[in-house]
């Protein structure tokens, strides 16, 4: 079965540095990955995919993720934080389609909360 | 760009009532999912639609039930309400089943 881990529940980062949030995932074939955000009483915004294409996966907002088959992790990287990234991040997989009887649902991480410090 | 629509926002029922959620897709998606999130939680997926037929089904409890409409709306049925059923409750679409979902706003639940 296919599984998200998601390191560190709370993020916290000053305004301008890295971020980094990572993921790792654990699936018999190689998944599609998913970088999903969520601002507080909102729904889940798209920030960017993996669908075995080119393993550097450049996103909305600044947002890129590399994935790393030999790692097994799809960590997700913004060079200078923004305020406005304050907000609730959840990394997703999926098989490709059929394969092991997937329907294309999507298995989530326990999400990891970045808070931006001025 | 249109996006999902969830119908109601907000709810609040009382234990053992019924709860019925609506979720209108992305013009031309035919495929439909329904995840649940408890307070602090990540998303669990509980059933799915494509085509108007039932294409998967999660961690759904049998008190709910789902079904999708020939216009390719949904709605979740839920029934015997308990407090635990209080969540946020996301519909995603898609077109074609193997493309990006995407999710609408959700409908907070409260059961008091």
């Known amino acids: 079965a296919q599984s998200v881990t998601q390191l560190g529940s709370h993020v916290s980062v000053s305004e301008g540095a890295l971020v980094l949030l990572r993921c790792n995932y654990s699936s018999s074939v190689p998944p599609y990955l998913f970088w999903y955000v969520q601002y507080p009483n909102q729904g889940l915004q798209l920030l960017l995919k993996?669908?075995?294409?080119?393993?550097l996966v450049k996103g909305i907002n600044g947002f890129e993720a590399e994935f790393k088959k030999s790692e097994t992790s799809f960590h997700l990287t913004k060079p200078s934080a923004h305020m406005s990234d304050a907000a609730e991040y959840f990394c997703a997989v999926r098989l490709p389609m059929n394969y092991g009887g997937s329907q294309g649902n999507l298995i989530f991480g326990k999400g990891t909360k970045l808070s931006v410090k001025p | 760009a249109a996006g999902v629509i969830q119908s109601p926002r907000h709810l609040i029922k009382e234990k053992r009532e019924t709860a019925t959620l609506k979720c209108y897709p992305i013009p031309r998606h035919d495929t439909v999912y329904w995840y649940q999130q408890g307070p602090g939680q990540d998303p669990q997926f509980l059933i799915s639609?494509?085509?108007?037929?039932?294409?998967d089904k999660g961690s759904i409890p049998d008190r709910f039930s789902a079904q999708q409409f020939s216009d390719y709306h949904s709605e979740l049925n839920m029934s015997s309400l308990e407090l635990g059923d209080s969540a946020l409750y996301f519909c995603?679409?898609?077109?074609?089943?193997?493309?990006?979902?995407?999710f609408g706003p959700g409908t907070r639940l409260t059961v008091l």
């Open positions: 995603a679409s898609s077109l074609d089943v193997p493309d990006t979902q995407y």
């Open positions: 639609f494509y085509e108007k037929m039932q294409s």
């Open positions: 993996y669908t075995s294409a080119a393993t």
